[in-house]
């Protein structure tokens, strides 16, 4: 959390976690989820965090029952959220929809909001006192899929902390999910858009035809030599403007590439080019960088009909970009951002059920991080947009980077600085030394100093 320091200090009470079941019946079913939810690397439960501030017209409005009335509602639509995973034929998830519902956990901090710092932005350091692991509830099989936790402020702001089960829904189902609460909570009496289950489309084709490399799954070749001691690292939040991207994309030759590679391609590929000069590692080791890409809206003839309108499972797949790394660092700036937008090019339909068919065929793999750097772009995540009555939040989105991962992803998210200044902010952690060379090569493509996400400091003595 930009601005928050270790020194400060508060006291969240806690009342006992309950369970939130659906606000009427629903059907009891086995729902199969698609080989896309079921892959190795979303078997893991994903945080999420929205920070609101008072408002004087929702005084006497209690928001821990607003959203805990909300959450039982929007239930009965989302019945299989309130179910358990189970494992079946083969290792196959499946969702037993059993209603037995969701974690909620009502708290109260003597906190301000303006004392967690400004702007606010992960990795927050709070987030074991604003989302309490429930003993036994971060278990995949056998545990609720979704656990929130309401605290009241002193301020009269309020924060909503959540983790869902990533197999259940990606990022920008999570988000759906979230509308339909939002809207529920306002007063609607069912979400505009209705959930979609459909797990069938993002299924392995009989038998698995993988179409792709999806060199994500590969082992890589010998060992990782950009890993020093992990208990050394750096981390930083950086700060892009319009300008720098325009900047960095003035280097760009040849000169259509300035026209055609989007602020992703830009920011991506320069990261990417001076992470690795700064790790250093052997010329000819092979260097992977993976884009998050959803599938969500592609239509082409490749692969067939899209992604159905309130679908909210995981439709997001990596695009993988290669290159040895002594070709990353001699080339100039348009080579990696060259190879960063291929790879997202060739992402639609066939390329997410190739995925699928290759995840199978191989018994479900991990993706190897071996000299890997994931990217994800959260600029428009609408999470920023969620109001339950009391406004837009200050901060909507993840509430970490990367998790365990954090020293090899990084996400893109807008952001506007303690000096008013809009731009992009970009979570980094590397080891220490390589932080500095890092920061020295990204200065030499920027021209200037690289810098930080600038805060407003606030005063300690209030608390």
């Known amino acids: 959390m930009a601005g928050l320091t270790a020194a400060l200090k ?24 698609s080989d896309i939810d079921d892959r190795a690397s979303v078997r893991l439960h994903v945080p999420a965090i929205l920070l609101y501030r008072r408002n004087e017209a929702m005084v006497g409005r209690d928001p821990v029952k607003v959203i805990r009335d909300a959450v039982a509602r929007a239930l009965v639509h989302y019945y299989p959220l309130a179910g358990r995973l189970r494992e079946v034929d083969g290792g196959k ?55 929130f936790q309401v605290t009241r402020l002193a301020c009269g702001g309020f924060v909503l902390a959540l ?15 979230g509308a339909a609460l939002a809207e529920l909570a306002r007063g609607a009496l069912a979400p505009t858009v209705r959930p979609v289950w459909d797990r069938e489309l993002l299924m392995a084709r009989d038998p698995p035809l993988p179409s792709f490399a999806h060199r994500e799954y590969d082992e890589a070749q010998g060992t990782d030599d950009t890993v020093t001691s992990l208990d050394d690292l750096a981390h930083r939040c950086l700060f892009f403007t319009p300008r720098d991207v325009a900047a960095l994309r003035d280097l760009l030759d040849p000169p259509q590439l300035r026209g055609s590679a989007t602020t992703f391609d830009v920011l991506a590929g320069c990261l990417w ?72 090019e060739e992402v639609d339909m066939e390329y997410i059920r190739s995925v ?68 992009i902010a970009v979570p980094v952690c590397l080891p220490r030394s ?14 200037r100093p690289l810098v930080d996400v600038a805060v407003r400091q606030q005063p300690r003595s209030a608390l």
């Open 273 to 344: 080019k001076c992470r690795t000069v700064a790790l250093a590692p052997d010329a000819n080791a092979e260097m992977r960088m993976i884009c998050v890409v959803n599938v969500r809206g592609i239509r082409t003839p490749r692969g067939g009909g899209g992604i159905p309108r309130g679908y909210y499972g995981n439709a997001a797949v990596g695009a993988v970009a290669v290159s040895t790394a002594g070709a990353l660092c001699a080339n100039p700036l348009g080579y990696a951002i060259e190879l960063v937008k291929k790879a997202k």
């Open 356 to 423: 699928a068919d290759l995840v199978v065929l191989r018994g479900r793999p991990p993706v190897s991080f071996v000299r890997t750097y994931m990217v994800s772009d959260v600029r428009k995540a609408p999470a920023a947009r969620l109001d339950f009555g009391w406004g837009r939040p200050v901060y909507g989105g993840p509430a970490e980077v990367g998790g365990d991962l954090a020293w090899v992803a990084s996400y893109f998210v807008s952001v506007t600085d303690a000096r008013g200044e809009e731009g």
């Open 434 to 447: 390589a932080m500095e060379r890092f920061a020295e090569e990204m200065g030499k493509l920027l021209q």
């Open 93 to 147: 998830l499946a969702v037993d929809c059993t209603g037995e519902g969701v974690l909620f956990i009502e708290a109260d901090a003597d906190v301000r909001l303006e004392h967690l710092g400004e702007p606010l932005l992960p990795p927050f350091p709070c987030l074991q006192e604003l989302l309490f692991d429930v003993p036994g509830s971060s278990a995949i099989v056998d545990a609720p899929l979704m656990l």
């Open 10 to 33: 508060f006291t969240v009470r806690r009342r006992p976690a309950e369970l939130v079941a659906p606000a009427a019946p629903t059907p009891r079913e086995l729902k199969l989820l």
């Open 163 to 177: 983790r869902v089960n990533h197999t259940m829904a990606d990022g920008l189902g999570m988000v759906q999910f």
